[in-house]
């Protein structure tokens, strides 16, 4: 099966203050076990799984140790960087060949090796965007999972429902630092099942986007 996440795309474009752009695609979020959180415990502990197996794949390999991994729903979310093509496409073969692993969005980018005051930045927003989070009263914070990347956000999760979906997206963008906010947060249809987020804003087409899954 070949999926391209470019046409998961930019589903909401909301108007900001920061003048940040928001994009929300569909997918999901987060691999710590939290009983409070929408996933079931059960679907928790599987993306801890498939994440823990992804990790140590990466880890194997020497030269994908700036890749950073979260999982849920069994979406895969590769981010950080490498050196080559060769390794971006490396990194997300990897992650597929691991079972439970139903999709992967592939947003590693192509750079030298970064240094600690890049990676420190990263995570002060990441704590500003959680606290932002946490301050919500129209998001559980604990259905999102943060990963930042060059001022770029990405969240992560299975939300109770789109208006808090796109909230929290609305609320990362806030953040001081935030470059931009991606979205890979999904929802429950009424057969209890995780789906991607459907909007009626058309996805943009994204070139860069690398095409994924098996046989691909």
């Given at each position: 099966m070949t999926k391209r996440?470019?046409?998961l795309g930019l589903i909401a474009l909301l108007?900001?203050?920061?003048?940040?752009a928001t994009a929300v695609v569909g997918a999901a979020g987060a691999t710590a076990v939290t009983a409070t959180q929408e996933r079931s415990f059960g679907e928790a502990v599987d993306d801890a799984s498939v994440s823990n197996q992804v990790k140590t794949k990466l880890l194997a390999n020497g030269s994908l140790g700036e890749v950073d991994v979260e999982v849920a729903g069994g979406l895969v979310l590769l981010s950080g960087r490498v050196q080559t093509p060769e390794?971006?496409?490396?990194?997300?073969?990897?992650?597929?060949?691991?079972?439970?692993?139903?999709d992967v969005a592939n947003e590693i980018r192509i750079?030298?090796?970064?240094?600690f005051f890049a990676n420190a930045s990263d995570e002060i927003i990441s704590a500003r965007v959680r606290a932002r989070l946490l301050g919500s009263s129209n998001v559980k914070a604990s259905n999102f999972n943060v990963e930042t990347y060059g001022g770029t956000v990405y969240l992560l999760g299975v939300a109770s429902s789109a208006a808090e979906l796109e909230k929290a997206a609305e609320e990362a963008s806030y953040a001081g630092g935030v470059q931009q906010v991606v979205s890979y947060v999904r929802l429950r249809n009424a057969r209890g099942q995780i789906v991607p987020y459907q909007s009626s804003t058309p996805a943009p087409e994204n070139p860069n986007e690398l095409l994924g899954g098996p046989g691909s």
């Open positions: 996440f470019a046409n108007p900001l203050v920061t003048g940040c390794l971006r496409l490396k990194a997300e073969s990897l992650a597929w060949s691991v079972k439970r692993a139903t750079e030298s090796p970064g240094g």
